[in-house]
T-cell receptor, first 112, second 114 residues
């Protein structure tokens, strides 16, 4: 089983719909991150959490919200999806800043 | 705040040629620096990292990078490219005492020609 699991892997949704992307990890890490990847823009940080009670906005949090349900689970929500949120979304975990981050396989989201 | 700039969104080399992917960072305190690779339809995996130990860092698959504080650079090199090196490469930075946000550059797509 993968250390970082994202569900769903692919999703097509309509403008205005609410959608949740889920991430779970078996690494036992405290830190979890959500990024979106767009061609030519690299990975941009949406939200990050350093423990269950610590949630922080990243570079591009507008239009997104998150929930850290447990140490192992970190969900990203789009309350009202819009087409420019079409992207590849990655969840990642790390135990502290000096170590590597482990990434999920990504969720390809298309908003039509 | 920290930032990362990767020079060149696309780099093309011939098989067997030197690979050089450029990364410059901005950080007000000593950074931790990383290179990640993304193969098609996959997530990211770590190639190598610099965390204030040796300035020349060796990673997987024959890649290495050198931290140059005076140039604020952390360029990735490999002496001889293989076809299997074709992928997208990301440089990333964490500012040493700023709570550990991992910030990525824009990525460089490496193509390897036969």
């Amino acid at each position: 089983d993968a250390d970082v699991t994202q569900t769903p892997r692919n999703r097509i949704t309509k403008t205005g719909k609410r959608i949740m992307l889920e991430c779970s990890q078996t690494k036992g890490h405290d830190r979890m991150y959500w990024y979106r990847q767009d061609p030519g823009l690299g990975l941009r940080l949406i939200y990050y959490s350093f423990d269950v009670k610590d949630i922080n906005k990243g570079e591009i949090s507008d239009g997104y919200s998150v929930s850290r349900q447990a140490q192992a689970k970190f969900s990203l929500s789009l309350e009202s999806a819009i087409p420019n949120q079409t992207a590849l979304y990655f969840c990642a975990t790390s135990d502290w800043e000096r170590t590597e981050a482990f990434f999920g396989q990504g969720t390809r989201l298309t908003v039509v | 705040a920290q930032s990362v700039t990767q020079l060149g969104s696309h780099v093309s080399v011939s098989e067997g040629a030197l690979v050089l992917l450029r990364c410059n960072y901005s950080s007000s305190v000593p950074p931790y620096l990383f290179w990640y690779v993304q193969y098609p339809n996959q997530g990211l995996q770590l190639l190598l990292k610099y965390t204030s130990a040796a300035t020349l860092v060796k990673g997987i698959n024959g890649f290495e990078a050198e931290f140059k504080k005076s140039e604020t650079s952390f360029h990735l090199t490999k002496p001889s490219a293989h076809m299997s090196d074709a992928a997208e490469y990301f440089c990333a930075v964490i500012e040493g005492n700023q709570g550990g946000k991992l910030i990525f550059g824009q990525g460089t797509e490496l193509s390897v020609k036969p």
